[in-house]
């Protein structure tokens, strides 16, 4: 493999990616609305409903909206990320994913492929959604659309390499509401996206403390937190960095062709 293949094979990839993305126009709509409603609804009823001193010290509407920006971000990220798992799924039906694979070119360099264009679309939806924070005056600096930049790329390459392990073991598309269930819901309820950690622990919620630190979301949240007001969190990069890596290596070992076939081979004597 040279540069030359491999530039033609991102390429290939990522403008397939590109006009599907533009073909399904309710795809960006539907990105964005989910978000949406939560910054703009969860805001006030969770002050409603709860009063502020449960957020402290967001003691504003306004506050706390900043606050779970970065966490609804995250959310574009990791929506998009396993609808690509879902892409990957229905495309090793439709047996796109056995041509795609039968290219010359080693197969941890196409699914490379995939996650550089499928990181691309989540790019573009999240900075869909820091526009759309503009237009409801949700007070983010214009420098940190930049400093996010890639805060956001790695953490969208890390939920979209975890897309590509679920897709390893989701077989039918009827399969991918269990992985809405247990893997996106509570990846994202168990975060940092809509309240401090600092805030569970308070409260006694010691297992889901423990929990939200340890899931890689948590770190991608804070990652684009920290980087949208020009800081860089040292810890949360070391975690994204080395979830991607791994969930990336995993996949790829699921993707080997070679795998089910080693494992029904008879062994010697």
């Not at 795609?100 to 264009?117: I, S």
């Amino acid at each position: 493999m040279n540069v030359h293949h491999a530039a033609q094979a991102i390429l290939a990839v990522g403008s397939r990616e590109v006009v599907k993305f533009v073909h399904q126009k309710g795809r960006l709509f539907s990105s964005l609305v989910r978000p949406a409603l939560w910054l703009i609804v969860f805001a006030v009823g969770f002050q409603n409903v709860f009063g502020v001193a449960v957020i402290p010290p967001y003691e504003t509407y306004i506050e706390y909206q900043v606050y779970i920006a970065p966490g609804l971000l995250g959310m574009v990220l990791l929506f998009n990320g396993m609808q690509s798992s879902l892409a990957m799924v229905y495309d090793r039906e439709m047996g796109l994913m056995r041509l795609l694979l039968t290219a010359p070119l080693p197969r941890w360099f196409l699914l490379l492929c995939k996650l550089v264009a499928g990181t691309l679309l989540s790019t573009l939806q999240a900075y869909a959604f820091l526009i759309l924070c503009a237009v409801f005056q949700v007070d983010i600096p214009w420098a940190g659309w930049i400093y996010a930049l890639p805060a956001i790329v790695v953490s969208g390459m890390m939920l979209g390499a975890l897309g590509l392990l679920l897709s390893v073991h989701i077989k039918q598309l009827e399969n991918f509401a269990g992985t809405m269930n247990f893997v996106i819901f509570p990846m994202f309820f168990v975060s940092s996206a809509l309240y401090p950690l600092w805030k569970l622990q308070e409260a006694g919620a010691e297992i889901v403390y423990q929990l939200a630190r340890f899931n890689p979301f948590t770190h991608a949240v804070e990652l684009i937190r920290h980087a949208l007001y020009g800081r860089l969190n040292g810890l949360a990069m070391v975690v994204v960095i080395g979830s991607l890596v791994i969930f990336f290596a995993l996949a790829a070992h699921g993707y080997n062709p070679q795998r089910g076939l080693i494992k029904r081979s008879p062994q010697p004597a």
